[in-house]
């Protein structure tokens, strides 16, 4: 749920960008003094107290900012859908349909709203026993604030977009065993023309976004479960359970059960 490195505070003006990038990961990132100004779409202007929500696979880059201190949280979206908690994406979904990227917390939620980063940080940097339980909380809890304080600002806009589309559609099916034509068919449109369109916006083709889906849900219960290797194989969409170990394999330099061993030794609070 939680990539290593995603959870930063402090000196952001090293994450400077001078390309578009795009991340297989929702982006949540809470501003807590100075400005920016980042294009999404179009340019926009941030400053203390607001919110920048990057869903999945959207282009995005820092233009320029000054002073700026913050939270940055990425966590990937399958692994929410997963458990059965895909409203949580609601302000995601939001900004793909034509709301604004950027989101203000009240001033009287600000103070709390960042103690749940804090808390977040904490439990980061140093895992106990039940530290997944409160990671996944405490997301929680920073999404409902991000809801929140949407819902009051401006209006959804019906953007018929087909690339949000295809991309939602892939997070919240694609550990159903999906193809190509299974997303074309869901926002109506043709594979070739689907390829073409998600190709050019988000650089990599749709079976590379529904792999990256697969392969979230995949580490996360490699890490958090005891589930044998054919049966999370299954769970993400592989039948074939020598064929998800051949991909996985190919994308993380090891096999499922060898990188399951080498991250939960990493995983586990050393004794002082």
């Not at 919110?51 to 880059?61: E, F, I, M, N, T």
């Not at 859908?81 to 917390?105: H, K, M, N, Y």
């Not at 916006?201 to 392969?215: D, F, L």
């Amino acid at each position: 749920m939680i990539k290593h490195g995603d959870l930063e505070h402090g000196d952001m003006e090293q994450r400077r960008l001078d390309d578009a990038v795009t991340h297989d990961s929702m982006g949540v990132s809470f501003y807590t003094a100075g400005s920016a100004t980042i294009e999404f779409d179009s340019q926009w202007s941030v400053r203390a107290g607001d919110v920048v929500l990057v869903p999945a696979g959207s282009p995005h880059r820092m233009m320029g900012m000054e002073k700026v201190e913050g939270w940055g949280l990425g966590f990937c979206p399958v692994c929410f859908v997963a458990d059965g908690d895909a409203s949580l994406l609601e302000p995601f979904d939001r900004v793909r349909s034509g709301a604004s990227t950027v989101v203000t917390i009240a001033e009287n939620r600000r103070a709390f709203f960042e103690s749940l980063f804090r808390e977040l940080h904490q439990e980061l940097e140093k895992p106990r026993d039940g530290t997944r339980i409160i990671q996944r909380s405490l997301i929680s809890l920073i999404l409902s604030e991000v809801s929140s304080a949407a819902s009051r600002g401006e209006q959804t806009l019906a953007v018929d977009d087909v690339v949000s589309n295809a991309l939602r559609f892939i997070e919240r099916r694609c550990l159903e065993g999906i193809s190509l034509r299974d997303v074309a068919a869901g926002v109506h449109r043709s594979p070739a023309h689907l390829t073409t369109a998600v190709r050019r916006a988000t650089g990599r083709s749709v079976q590379e976004w529904i792999i990256a889906g697969r392969m979230s849900e995949a580490r996360r219960r490699l890490l958090h479960s005891d589930e044998l290797v054919d049966v999370i194989a299954d769970r993400v969409g592989y039948a074939d359970a020598t064929h998800f170990i051949r991909i996985f394999r190919r994308i993380h330099g090891a096999t499922p059960a060898a990188w399951r061993a080498n991250h939960r030794h990493m995983a586990t609070p050393q004794a002082r």
